[in-house]
Structure formats: structure tokens, C-alpha cells
């Protein structure tokens, strides 16, 4: 069975501090996608990275960045210099499979970001 | 089409009455899901409808909960004799089909309390 554990609840930084958030997955299958999403206080989940299991190189879209490591079944997420508008919850997701596949995902990390 | 809409965003009700919620979907997008999310989890999945074929269903819908979507476009979620239990925040989210697991879009959700 698939299963995701975000084992931070909650993390409360300064703004310009850098923060990652952590993520770690279990599956039996070779094939699977992980995904992060952000979840501002309005409440609509936005999509943030997919990543499938063949590609274990790390990405950078602006403050953000993302390590895959499928030898530590983890896929962790950096936020470099954070911002006020940062702070929301960020959910972890996994989808096994190469076609459909539903979202599994962790309980989600509240970040706040103080000024 | 600026994403996926759902409708009502809040919905109170009664213990034992029954409540329908819409989703529209990104229009190019073939599949939508339903997912339901309680305080302090992450969403879980409730059901999944690839062009206006229901294929999959979690054991969390029980026979009270009912989905369709006719044509392929819209979906409902109809919630029967609602219970205390069922208050939630019901999301929706479309994504296009083909072989590799795309990303899916979320809407902004429907709160649902039951008092």
C-alpha cells in the first residue's frame, strides 16, 4: 500500500530564513509520480511539481527547489529566502502507476512565515 | 476557462437532509476526481470519472454518497441523510487523460458543515 508522512506538523520561520519541508513515500511499485501542492488559507490546492520515479534530478523554479532521493524514499522541498506569502499548508502527494492513478497524500506541513 | 469551479463554496445543513455539490472542470480535461478533506488531513479520495465513466470508488463513499457526471462534463456528489460526520471540505480536481500520470487541478472546494 501507498503511504506518505510529512512528520512536520508545523514550522514557523523568519522571513528571508530558508525552510525545507520534508517528504517521505512508500510504494511497491517501480512506476510513481510525486507531487507537492500548496494550500493557502482560501483553501483551493495549487499545484506546485510533479516528478515521476525514473527522474531523480533536482529542480529549481525560482525560490523553490525540490531533492529526489529514492535511495531514502524522499522528496523533500526547499523555500530559499522565504516570503510572508509563503506561509500555507504544503502537502506531499504520491500517484502510483503510469496511467490515472489517485493522489495519496500526507497530512500536510503549516508553514508560517513571520516578517 | 480559468480552472476548475465548484459550487457552493459553503454549505450548512441539518443532520438527515441531503446535499448536492457541483464541479466544472477544466473544459479539455477527460478525467475528475473527488476527494474530501477534514481538519488538520490531508484529502483523501473519494472517486474517480474518466470521460462520464465512474472507474473507481474508495471504500470511504458509502452507499449514502452518490456521484455522476453526465455527458462527460460536470459532476455532482450527493451526500443522503447527511450525518455529523460528513463535515468537510469536498474538493474536486480534473486532469487530462493519456498514458503518463498527469497533474491533477484542484478547485477551491465546497465547505460542508453539518449541525
Known amino acids: 500500500a501507498q503511504k506518505v508522512t510529512q512528520a512536520q506538523t508545523e514550522i514557523s520561520v523568519v522571513e528571508k530564513e530558508d525552510v525545507t519541508l520534508d517528504c517521505v513515500y512508500e510504494t511497491r511499485d517501480t512506476t510513481y509520480y510525486l507531487f507537492w501542492y500548496k494550500q493557502p488559507p482560501s483553501g483551493e490546492l495549487v499545484f506546485l511539481i510533479r516528478?515521476?520515479?525514473?527522474?531523480?534530478q533536482n529542480e529549481i523554479s525560482g525560490r523553490y527547489s525540490w531533492n529526489f532521493q529514492k535511495s531514502t524514499s524522499s522528496f523533500n522541498f526547499t523555500i530559499t529566502a522565504s516570503q510572508v506569502v509563503d506561509s500555507a499548508v504544503y502537502f506531499c502527494a504520491l500517484s502510483e502507476g503510469s496511467g490515472y492513478s489517485t493522489l495519496t497524500f500526507g497530512k500536510g506541513t503549516m508553514l508560517l512565515v513571520s516578517p | 476557462d480559468t480552472g476548475v469551479s465548484q459550487d457552493p463554496r459553503h454549505k450548512i445543513t441539518k443532520r438527515g437532509q441531503n446535499v448536492t455539490f457541483r464541479c466544472d472542470p477544466i473544459?479539455?480535461?477527460?478525467?475528475l476526481y473527488w476527494y474530501r478533506q477534514t481538519l488538520g488531513q490531508g484529502p483523501e479520495f473519494l472517486t474517480y470519472?474518466?470521460?462520464?465513466?465512474?472507474?473507481?470508488k474508495s471504500r470511504l463513499l458509502s452507499d449514502r454518497f452518490s456521484a455522476e457526471r453526465p455527458k462527460g462534463s460536470f459532476s455532482t456528489l450527493e451526500i443522503q441523510r447527511t450525518e455529523q460526520g460528513d463535515s468537510a471540505m469536498y474538493l474536486c480536481?480534473?486532469?487530462?487523460?493519456?498514458?503518463?500520470?498527469?497533474?491533477?487541478?484542484f478547485g477551491q472546494g465546497t465547505r460542508l458543515t453539518v449541525v
Open positions: 480536481a480534473s486532469s487530462s487523460g493519456g498514458a503518463v500520470n498527469t497533474e491533477a487541478f
Open positions: 470519472f474518466q470521460n462520464e465513466a465512474q472507474l473507481e
Open positions: 516528478r515521476n520515479s525514473f527522474d531523480e
Open positions: 473544459s479539455e480535461h477527460n478525467r
